[in-house]
């Protein structure tokens, strides 16, 4: 079982931009797919981005071109660059790690990070 921590949430104006961390261990990282995923109230949980242990990536349509996804893998950290955060953008941010077969569905869960973007 992969352990996650997730660090970086807060309150931002609509426009600005934060940076969440997830950090892993129980895994050999380098080769796990990382993602996350974000509910918000009311809403179902959503996948907004992905990255493979190769380093291809995927987007939520509605963060493309907004967020990115990277990681360090020596460092054991996935981060999700949020740039030009809107208020639909609020959400708990949820880091997850997949398996290399199916690496949109997550193994492990962190504990969830809040996001807030007022207006």
């Known amino acids: 079982q992969v352990q996650l921590v997730e660090s970086g949430g807060g309150l931002v104006q609509s426009g600005g931009s934060l940076r969440l961390s997830c950090v892993a261990s129980?895994?050999?990282?380098?080769?796990?797919?990382m993602g996350w995923y974000r509910q918000a109230p009311g809403e179902q949980r959503e996948l907004v981005a992905v990255i493979t242990g190769g380093g291809s990536t995927t987007y939520a349509d509605s963060v493309k071109g907004r967020f990115t996804i990277s990681r360090i893998n020596a460092k054991s950290t996935v981060y999700l660059q949020m740039n030009s955060l809107k208020p639909e953008d609020t959400a708990v941010y949820y880091c997850?790690?997949?398996?290399?077969?199916?690496?949109?569905?997550?193994?492990?869960w962190g504990q969830g990070t809040q996001v807030t973007v007022s207006s």
């Open positions: 997850y790690a997949g398996s290399r077969t199916t690496p949109r569905v997550p193994d492990s």
């Open positions: 129980g895994s050999i990282f380098s080769i796990t797919p």
